[in-house]
């Protein structure tokens, strides 16, 4: 069945605003007359995690991977579930899937890099974040670099964490979030006056940030 275009649009419309609820109300008509429809079952499963119907999130991607095996984008999407939920071991064994289907799939390997980051298993996480940025160009390199630099005060390397950092601000000046990082590998180096540096300039974009206001409270003390 070719599913109806103005209801289509509607619903992409739906889910463009957030509007989750309004969206699975426009898809659950159409996908009861039409249980194989791929793009339905996709906007099912996405809609559905936002709203946290997981199990039935789960159930819709499933399908799309039984329907469209050497299609990336179920794996994707079911990975990206298990994850959210904490099941991290699940969502490796679908990313690793998705990924075997389509080796530059820069979403699967950013989405890997989030899955090994949460799992405390840095070195695995550098590796796919990396291959991120290999496959996904300049639009979401920022965002990667960011995480990477995450990765490297997780490992205990606020020298490496600093230099991502700076090159962060190299490829966008306007990546203030940045200088959360700074500030705590600064920190971390016991570097209190750039440490409140990166701070204030942080704060000033996310001012009520408890955690970093805190740690300035602390730095400030330092400084006394």
Known sequence: MVLDEKVSEKIAKAISDGNFKQA????TPPLKEDPTNVSLLLDHGFVSTNLNKFAEAEESYTKVTELLP???SGYAGLGFTYRIQGKNGDAVKVFLKGIEISPDNAMIHYELGETFFDMDQYENALKAYYKAIQ???AENEAETLHRIAQVHLGMEE?????EIAQNVLKKDPGYLSIYNIMGVAAYMKESWKDAMKYF????????????ALSIMEEIKENLK
């Open 70 to 72: 050497d299609s990336a």
């Open 24 to 27: 699975l109300k426009l898809i």
């Open 135 to 137: 496959f996904g160009g």
């Open 200 to 211: 204030e300039k942080y704060l000033k974009a996310v001012p009520d940030d408890e955690a």
């Open 158 to 162: 606020p020298d490496k964490a600093l």
